[in-house]
DNA sequence: CGCACCTGCTAGCTTTTGTTTGCACGTGCT
DNA sequence: AGCACGTGCAAACAAAAGCTAGCAGGTGCG
């Protein structure tokens, strides 16, 4: 997943995503080791609705991918893992991204 | 700028500000030319006011910067330009960032 | 002086986002 | 059955962000 790859939407998304503290720690913690629900609710000290709130956003964003198992014993659990992504923001990236984005009068020759 | 340089909690700020299409638009019209208020407004097609809440939080996250100079009429205009800036965004960055942001409860060992 | 530019600020409103609370359903074990 | 664990969703409230409108200041020129 490269920047160019990404609409400005696409973008937007991402970077509104990855905008958040609890968010930034899930992909961290993710990072390390994939991990359910629940689980990483309790490592990350949050409630469990919070943390689907916010990983529905993650998967949303496709930063992260979500896979149902069964364990063992029989309890379905579903498993998050980050999603390999490599953004290089850079002024001329995000110059790029931005014509995708919407038009912003496009005066730029007329503007005087 | 090397996304190594932030702190969780600057890496935060960073892309709290990018996740704006008006900041983006702004990032994007900066890369081209340095340009002061009054004109951007235009050439972006918003207010005034409003361009300058945005570029106020451009700047405070190092984004952007202003030098205020005086035009032959004797005008003073405040140009803005872009910071040379490169992030680049992986999991294991965020990871390491994150680990600059506040704990995420931190007993990973223990829990089962 | 009046008009056309340039700059700056902020109170107050609207919209979006974040968070809690409470409920639902499922399995396995005692 | 009761409890501990897993899942899911959504209404309702709280907090943050975005935007507008209106005011202030300055210069130069006809």
Redesign the pocket.
Known sequence: MDVGDLTGQGLLQVL?TLA?P?RLRVVAALAGERN????LARSLG?????L???LR?LEAAGLVSATIEVSE??????FYEVTPFALHLTPEAIATAARTLGPDSELEAGAR
Chains 1, 2 share one sequence.
């Open positions: 509104a958040n609890h359910y629900v629940s689980r949050i409630s469990r609705a919070l689907q709130v916010h956003k014993d029989g309890k379905a659990m579903k």
